[in-house]
């Protein structure tokens, strides 16, 4: 039917076309149309028991598209047909089990395309859902019919499950015991060496199979296979022939691979096999104490487990903590806070073929101290785990609110006490601290000479001492020292006294007390320069008191004056300023002390400890407690007043010593108690002075002048005042004098008492020293590597000679110094190249000569070798010195020079000049001049004695020399001890023969061969005849016979 109605529908389209395009068919035709290479039917749904034909379907060509043609059993182009029945399916049929189905697509082409090619085949390819279909078939009316035929309908095989498979295990040999379940299959009991009951196993890893006596092993992935069949009825794949089986291994999703005979593989692969690790036992983990820094010093114990070793501010050897309350890591300094929760983490690696799993993914479990661990992944590759247990939260923190130490204050002598106690909530004295020299949790200081005590030191009078305490709070029961902000809020004393706090943590703090200062007792008093009582005299204030660290009361009244009060024993009354004394009668003395800070004339029982003397005399002492001090007195009494009094001693001073050619000095200064000049003038004295000659024995006027190499005696007359004697009861002068600080001879005067001295003898001039005007040192060898230094030298200069002197590094008066080395040389030592030395002359001037001028410096000059030296005066001697040149450093001798690249001389053409110099510590020399040198190189015409020059050319029957200059480098030479070339040179391979220029350049020259001589021009050939050469005939061979003439030529054989 559908045939007929196309063929109607063709002659109806045709009878169209022929009346539309007639009037052009003249004089025109049409053009070829494009072939439709490719129709691709997608999206048509493979027929299912049961279900009904599926009608949308999308056709991609170019030039073609899928027709709308929907009469008979045609729906939007297509067609479904029972092909085991041989009928035409409606939409509302079903497919049946056991048929075979096609599928039927109407293609249309667009204007200008076609199915044909031009010969009338239809060679357009076509796929339905990307399966090729048979050749279509092209209508009549140009359309194209398309059709797949599927595969007889069976029954889908439903979910497969495998169960009892045994997980591989490193050692065991593998299972082939499984049970199979799923709707339509059955198993394959196939058996072979890999092969049993159906089963196989397959060593992923080294990609082979397994025998059913092979072990697993670790490291290993393992991969087992299942061969099941369809049962009758039954297929794994659906009627386009895809298989669509799905299984499950073990619970696992298995993949799957079809066979032939719609044999299917279900296969699954293990994870590679690795020996679990069976637990993690972390011990040993200090709990977190509030103001202790984290432990993490831990205990790690399990078979196929190691430490991480990683190490930063936050973690060590694996070990870190988290606070849980902040959320942050904890620093390895940090302390624990009261109120936060923290969790330990430990970090985990497995050992080589152990995992921290079984195979089944069985994470392995640990503990912490005996608690149960989380485990979490810290890696990609699930070898790095971390086990990680959180600590119960730490308690509230309590501020210790006081603190009341008790320590041993110090006292003078005693030794310091390392011991403390306290009284307090929550805090404790830290009996075991011992660091930074505290010692029982206690450490003293030396403030005054800022050093720390140790328990053998005493305590000294005079000095600040501070006592630091070590204090540490009940952190686990949540006590600090410190506020919120770190402020440390406890309030310590120390023996009741306030004292200060400084945080080391916040839970543990040093208290520290300064004592004030350790008074040093004043032992004894010594009150001098007290006038005695004397007739006549009124009382005197003005004392003089040691040692230090007390002063006078600063009271004063018509009676007193700063703490100094007189009393007339004998009359019993008190002795006013202007008093005077009476002779016969005693005098009591009394002095008012007041000790400085920092001293004391109280011992520990609160009694005066000093005793005191007035000139000489023992004292009483008595105390007053003032409101602020304590006053001590301190009494004597003086022998009753005498008529006069002696005077104890005198100085004269300010008296000029003798020097020749000046006159004598009468302008002196007088000191002491009672005692004035005598002005008298007369008879060689002046002013109470007088001078005599001891030399000469005679007196010297005022006018004369003093003589040198003689000696002078000044004499000093003096008069005591009223009350005052030079004498004693027996009549003889009993004052003591000094004159310009030397002692003084006393002399007996009718108006007072004499004092004398004799000055030393004045010098005889000496004739000046003549001054050496310059010394030149000579004939010193030049320091050089590997020499010992030369100490023969020779000195010139008149009034000088050299220091006889020796020792290791030195030679009659000649040292050398290393430079470099800072250091002497011995002797026998030897100079090394590249040191700077220094040489050194001592000399010493001869009698009536000097090296110095008049302002004591070397104003002699010097050389060495000619060059200048530097001076130095050293006591008596003068040394002149010289710093030589850097020692060379000896040169290496250049083994071989190799000249290569030296164009051979060729008749006509012009010297060479680029050559190549090999040769270690050598280079070739760029040298240019105009008498031939160019590059380095040097040209020279033997035959015609002259030098080349680059624009000249090599004449034929000449010979040549080549000379090429080759340099040395720094620390190299061409030449041996003797200064001659001892370095050998080849030019392109021959032997070179050396000219020497200088100490550091060599030229190496090679005569090349004569060039030969000039040949004679060739004559011209004029002609040459061949002759007896056979013309080619048919069948004949050719003819390799001919002869050649003419002069000058042969034919070549």
Known sequence: MRQAIRRSLSALVMLTLILIVAPTLAGHTASAATIVSNVTITGVEVPEIGETPDYYATATATGATLQNYNEGSWKRGVRWVNETDNKNMSATDTFKAGKVYAVYFCIEPKSGYTFKNSSGNVVTKATVNGKATGTPTMFDDGTLEVKYTFLSLKRKVGAVTITGVDTPVIGKTPDYVVSVSGTGTKRDNFNTTWWKNGVAWRDVTADASMKTTDTFKAGHSYMVRVSLYPADGYSFSNAAGDLIASGKIGGKEAETLLLGDENVIFEYTFPALVNPIPYVVISGVDAPVIGRTPDYDVNVTGTGVKRDTVTNDTCKNGVFWMDETTGWKVKTTETFQAGHTYKVCVSLYAETDYAFFDIAGNLTKGTINGKPAEAHEYSFDKTNYGYEYTFPALPERTIVSDAAIAVTAPKAGNAPVFKATMTATGAKVKGDYADNDFRNGVRWTNVTDNRHMKPTDVFEEGKVYKVDVYLVSDHESGYVFVD?????????????????????????????????????????????????????????????????????????????????????????????????????????????????????????????????????????????????????????????????????????TDVDAPEAGATPDY???????????????????????????????????????????????????????????????????????????????????????????????????????????????????????????????????????????????????????????????????????????????????????????????????????????????????????????????????????????????????????????????????????????????????????????????????????????????????????SGDVATPGTINGNAAGTVKYGTTSVGFKYDFPALPEAAAPAALIESVTVTGVTPPAVGQTPSYDATVSGTGCIKST
């Open 667 to 977: 302008d002196v200064t007088v000191n002491g108690k009672g005692v004035v000049r005598d002005n008298y003038t007369g008879s060689s004295w002046m002013n109470g002075v007088l001078w005599r000659d001891i030399t000469a024995d005679a007196p010297v006027n005022p006018t004369d002048t003093f003589v040198a190499g003689h000696q002078y005696k000044v004499f000093v007359s003096l008069i005591s005042d009223a009350s005052y004697t030079f004498y004693n009861e027996g009549g003889d002068v009993a004052t003591t004098g000094t004159i310009n600080g030397f002692a003084a001879e006393t002399h007996k005067y009718s108006t007072g008492a004499g004092f004398s001295y004799a000055f030393p003898a004045l010098p005889v001039p000496v004739a000046p020293a003549a001054l050496i005007e310059s010394v030149a040192i000579t004939d010193v060898d030049a320091p050089a590597a590997g020499q010992t230094p030369d100490y023969d030298v020779t000195v010139s200069g008149e009034g000088c000679h050299k220091e006889d002197y020796n020792d290791d590094s030195t030679k009659g008066g000649v040292y050398w110094y290393d430079v470099t080395a800072d250091s002497a040389v011995k002797t026998t030592d030897t100079f090394i190249g590249g040191h700077e030395y220094m040489l050194v002359v001592y000399m010493t001037s001869d009698d009536g000569y000097t090296f110095l001028n008049a302002g004591g410096d070397v104003a002699t000059a010097g050389t060495i070798n000619g060059n200048a030296a530097e001076t130095h005066k050293g006591g008596a001697y003068v040394s002149f010195m010289y710093t030589f040149p850097k020692v060379a450093v000896p040169a290496t001798l250049i083994e071989s020079v190799t000249i290569t690249g030296v164009d051979a001389p060729v008749a006509g053409a012009t010297p060479d000049y680029d050559a190549t110099v090999s040769g270690t510590g050598c280079i070739k020399s760029t040298h240019n001049t105009s008498d031939g040198w160019n590059n380095g190189m040097f040209w020279y015409d033997n035959t015609a004695s002259k030098a080349l020059i680059p624009t000249d050319t090599f004449v034929a029957g000449h010979e040549y020399r080549v000379i090429v200059w080759v340099m040395s480098k720094s620390g190299y030479t061409f030449l041996n001890e």
């Open 484 to 652: 919120g902000l770190s402020l440390v809020r406890t309030k310590a004393t120390v023996n009741e006294g306030t004292a200060a706090a400084t945080r080391n943590s916040d839970t543990s703090i040093t208290v520290s007390y300064e004592f004030p200062l350790l008074n040093r007792v004043i032992r004894t008093v010594t009150i001098t320069d007290v006038d005695a009582p004397v007739a006549g005299l009124t009382p005197d204030y003005d004392i003089t008191m040691s040692p230090e660290g007390f002063h006078r009361h600063e009271f004063s009244n018509d009676s007193l004056t700063e703490g100094v009060y007189w009393d007339d024993v004998t009359d019993n009354k008190r002795v006013k300023k202007t008093d005077t004394f009476i002779e016969g009668h005693e005098y009591k003395m009394t002095v008012t002390l007041i000790s400085d800070d920092g001293y004391t004339f109280l011992d520990e029982s609160g009694d005066i400890a000093a005793t005191g003397t007035i000139d000489g005399i023992a004292t009483e002492t008595s105390k007053e407690n003032g409101i602020d001090r304590v006053f001590i007195y301190f009494k004597c009494i003086f022998p009753k007043a005498k008529a006069t009094a002696l005077i104890e001693s005198v100085a004269i």
